[in-house]
């Protein structure tokens, strides 16, 4: 009984994860959308080939850029950053204007801390980028501030 309440909670755990970026993934077959996403392994070949370490990415696992400067494309990812500014799950840890042109969001996943977003809405172009893996609140600091060079 004790390996089926495991085996239970491991999938249901798994399931949780591939959910999360379920609001992401749409966009990877979307045509007015550019959209990368880059794993873990990217990252290692990045340090093998340059044989420097890429310390200011921490634990990244992945890293998904999403952006779009067409009517159709922009309008959705408006939605989805309306979403993420009004879903419970979602934290807003910081909002920055530049003037009228350009709003910044940094939010976080409560329910995995190990995922920051960071979504920008500007006149002529809207972007999310998702780093997620298990990096410390100090990298997280790092990354934002470009510190770790």
Avoid: W
């Amino acid at each position: 009984m004790k390996r089926l309440i495991i085996t239970i909670a491991i999938i249901a755990c798994t399931f949780a994860a591939m959910a999360q970026n379920k609001i992401f993934e749409k966009y990877a077959k979307m045509e007015d959308v550019d959209y990368v996403c880059i794993n873990k392994a990217m990252f290692n070949l990045a340090n093998s080939v340059l044989d420097a370490e890429l310390s200011n990415l921490g634990g990244i696992e992945k890293m998904l850029i999403i952006s779009s400067n067409t009517a159709k494309g922009k309008s959705q990812i408006d939605k989805d950053i309306e979403v993420l500014s009004n879903d419970k799950n979602y934290e807003i840890l910081m909002t920055a204007r530049d003037g009228s042109d350009n709003v910044v969001f940094f939010f976080t996943d409560k329910r995995n801390p190990h995922e920051l977003i960071i979504a920008t809405q500007e006149k002529e172009e809207s972007s999310i980028i998702v780093y997620a893996g298990n990096f410390s609140s100090k990298e997280v600091f790092e990354m934002l501030n470009g510190e770790g060079d």
